[in-house]
């Protein structure tokens, strides 16, 4: 009796018309009947799961191989880095003393077609020290392959020791980290560390990866509605809805409800596993060739994650620091030898004052 009731339990939970067969079978008495008729129910729903994941594969696949466009990067990219600011801690900075954001807006509309109408932070230590992070971090770029990205570099109140950044040039310190470097030239690695992620697109391939899961989930939900699978997993009709936002995609003229659910998808898949060995070290490859290129001391850098290793804590894809700082010796006395030769490292007491704890 027990396997009996499994099979028709089972046999509930597979496609549209199960009931039928086994109501037919149960009819005539035949118990062999009922288990032939719930096992080629299960089969059929077996076949409709595997023809749906086919069928959102095909669909999607061009998603996963096309490359990413640059308004998607910047809009993507600044999603992110204002989710990273929201949870990990505020931006150190004095912002505007009018806070009406309708007198703001039209502020900057005005500022379009009159530059004397820019909107600009107020003069601050906090604005100082964003501004100097701007100087430096700007003047590293342009030594790299995509100088000309509108790049935003800025400081969150956050005690940990972490940088972050994100698609289209944003480039996130936290005061923690910052507290622990003595000089510029400290300060020139981490954020060349940085740019190398955005220049060599490292999230962006994460991206296009999750994107094109996103986007099978709610084309196989909407195969299995579309073919009348009688059950559909949880939340399965909302998602199979998104799947039209996947055809032509834009989030500017998407619902607000895929929105959210894409971004929020995204943005857990960018900041959370951190990046491979691989990645970490071409960042930090191209971070003490900028850093030579600028003239700094190149040896800053690798001095001052040996400083602070034992202090991050770093995802499990990463590797160890110890590995890093022997790589970058090695390429700073090696073949980046010719290049690694200034001796740049100013002090960065005053500009860093804003952010020193009383």
Known sequence: MKNLVQIIVLSSLATAGSGCALF?????????????AGAADLAAAAKLKEDSSAYAKAQCDPIRKAEVGWDEERAMGGVVALKMVNENGGLVIDGMTEKSPKILAERVKASATDPSKKVTLPDSPKNDLTAYLSVVGKNLARYSARPDLPWTFAVIENDTLNAYSAPGGYVILTSGLMRKMTNEGQLAGVLAHEIGHVIHKHALTRYRTQKAQQCE??????YLI?????????????????????????????????????????ALILNGDGNPASDEYQADKTALELV?????????????????????KSASTHPQTNDRVTKLKSLRTGELAPFATGTAKPDVAKPFAPIVKK
């Open 292 to 312: 030579s290129f600028a003239g700094y001391d190149a040896s800053e850098y690798e001095n001052f994650l040996a400083k602070i290793g034992g202090e991050i």
């Open 24 to 36: 037919n079978a149960a009819k005539s008495g035949n118990m062999n009947a009922i288990a032939n």
């Open 226 to 266: 579309d073919k009348g699978a009688s059950v559909v997993p949880v939340g399965g009709k909302e998602l199979a809805e998104f799947a039209k936002y996947f055809d032509n995609f834009d989030l500017d003229k998407a619902d607000g409800a895929f929105v959210v659910w894409f971004v929020d998808a995204v």
């Open 217 to 222: 989930i709610t084309k196989s939900m909407a």
